[in-house]
């Protein structure tokens, strides 16, 4: 069965430092999505992406954050300088279609992000 | 504001028993509700996705119903296994013309015990 993969599995960075957070989304999927889950919070909405350009975003994604396709394949997150609050768990998701016509977002296992 | 709140925050039930979790939401307008799985450290599982004319959606031993009028929702998770120890996620989509965006509910932490 198609999944949603994310590498690495866990990052340790140091404050103000660069990251770049990987994600393949199942192939066919066309809408990708980034979120983010501070340790014993809520998940939280970041951005959503097609058709190469970010096609909505939240206040949290800020100036330091951006996101890429790369290439056919992947999609990343990069975060430029980052903060001790950065640190938390980041989910990559991808649909078929938006999630407002009912379709359903597949996430991937999450990379762990550690700033110290 | 656009909000999901659910209830209670945990549980503790035994194996082989039912529980019920609530979700109660201000989104709007309204697209689809959807239930989450989310294993601790792990991405969130789809359940089930429910749109506004749907009252209730099975999947398996999981059952989720819809009240759109009064903006609640509910899971009804029958004869309980150790392996349904999760957090169990309400997310709510807006209907946006093609947003994106689901807001979150903040889960409900459920641990089924021997």
């Known amino acids: 069965e198609p999944e949603v993969t994310q590498t690495p599995s866990h990052q340790v960075t140091q404050m103000g430092q660069e990251v770049i957070l990987r994600c393949v989304p199942i192939s066919n999927h066309l809408y990708f999505y980034w979120y983010r889950q501070i340790l014993g919070q809520k998940v939280e909405f970041l951005v959503s992406?097609?058709?190469?350009?970010?096609?909505?975003k939240s206040e949290i994604f800020d100036d330091q954050f951006s996101v890429e396709r790369p290439d056919g394949s992947n999609f990343t997150l990069k975060i430029r300088s980052t903060k001790l609050e950065d640190s938390a768990m980041y989910f990559c998701?991808?649909?078929?279609?938006?999630?407002?016509?009912?379709?359903?977002?597949?996430f991937g296992p999450g990379t762990r992000l550690t700033v110290l | 504001k656009n909000q999901v709140e659910q209830s209670p925050q945990s549980l503790i039930i035994l194996e082989g028993k039912n529980c019920t979790l609530q979700c109660n939401y201000t989104v709007s307008p309204f697209s689809n509700l959807r239930w989450y799985k989310q294993d601790t450290g792990r991405g969130p599982v789809s359940l089930t996705i429910m749109t506004f004319s749907e009252n209730t959606k099975s999947n398996g031993r999981y059952t989720a119903t819809l009240d759109a009028d009064t903006k609640q929702s509910s899971l009804h998770i029958t004869a309980s296994q150790l392996s349904d120890s999760a957090s169990y996620i309400c997310v709510v989509s807006k209907l946006t013309g093609g947003g994106n965006k689901l807001t979150f509910g903040t889960g409900t932490q459920l641990k089924v015990e021997l």
């Open positions: 998701a991808s649909s078929e279609r938006p999630p407002d016509r009912g379709n359903e977002q597949f």
């Open positions: 992406f097609y058709n190469n350009e970010i096609s909505e």
